[in-house]
């Protein structure tokens, strides 16, 4: 069956870096996109970034020009390298693929940017 599974969260400094990592299974991963979403409580879940099955990427106005989606085929891996963390990036961070019209989604992981 589907299964994405994130690491990498933490606590970090403002200004700091953090690289999560979505590892996928059960499912043919060069053949799909995937992408990061992210939540706070109280708030809906928002698309962070995108990755298509050709590596075109795109990202919320937000987080433009600091975090960077990409993709390993040979691993099944997605990540988010996130730089320049802001206060306002703590949320869970989710990744998540689209298969036959069916959205699969990780457990998340808990990102905290705080001094």
């Known amino acids: 069956q589907v299964q994405l599974v994130e690491s990498g969260g933490g606590l970090v400094q403002p200004g700091g870096s953090l690289r999560l990592s979505c590892a996928a299974s059960?499912?043919?991963?060069?053949?799909?996109?995937m992408s990061w979403h992210r939540q706070v409580p109280g708030k809906e879940r928002e698309l962070v970034a995108s990755?298509?099955?050709?590596?075109?990427?795109n990202y919320a106005d937000s987080v433009k020009d600091r975090f960077t989606i990409s993709r390993d085929n040979a691993k099944n891996m997605v990540y988010l390298q996130m730089n320049s963390l802001k206060p306002e990036d703590t949320a869970v961070y989710y990744c998540?693929?689209?298969?036959?019209?069916?959205?699969?989604w990780g457990q998340g992981t808990q990102v905290t940017v705080s001094s």
């Open positions: 990755i298509t099955r050709a590596a075109i990427t």
């Open positions: 998540k693929t689209r298969l036959l019209w069916t959205d699969y």
């Open positions: 059960g499912f043919t991963f060069n053949n799909y996109g």
